[in-house]
Nanobody, 122 residues
């Protein structure tokens, strides 16, 4: 699956942003899709994911209660609504196809596209 993220930008703390990711590929409909981020000097961090079959979303601890992931299979797009942004949310955000465990933990990132930069200033 090919993935293209967009929607990043520079905002103030407390602001909101919505990221979009357009996906394409023959097996798209059966892919779990989600987001991870990478900040300078830090390891990759899981942000959110949705199973291809539906159900409740999964979130990383740092974004629970502030971010919301959604998916529109009709237009092959997954979204990440980010509210109450904090400076520590500053990172490059990547849309990815993710292998999830039964409890929703990302086991492997199968593929991802170019990320989109989110910068939050205090």
């Amino acid at each position: 699956v090919q993935l293209q993220a967009s929607g990043g930008g520079s905002v103030q703390a407390g602001d909101s942003l919505t990221l979009s990711c357009v996906a394409s590929g023959r097996t798209l409909i059966r892919e779990n899709l989600g987001w991870f981020r990478r900040a300078p000097g830090r390891e990759r961090e899981f942000v959110a994911a949705l199973r291809w079959s539906g159900g409740s979303p999964y979130y990383g601890d740092a974004v629970k209660g502030r971010f919301a992931i959604s998916r529109d299979n009709a237009v092959s797009t997954v979204y990440l609504q980010m509210n109450n942004l904090k400076p520590e949310d500053t990172a490059v955000y990547y849309c990815a196809a993710i292998v999830l465990t039964s409890s929703g933990i990302p086991a492997r990132y199968k593929s991802w596209g170019q990320g989109t930069q989110v910068t939050v200033s205090s």
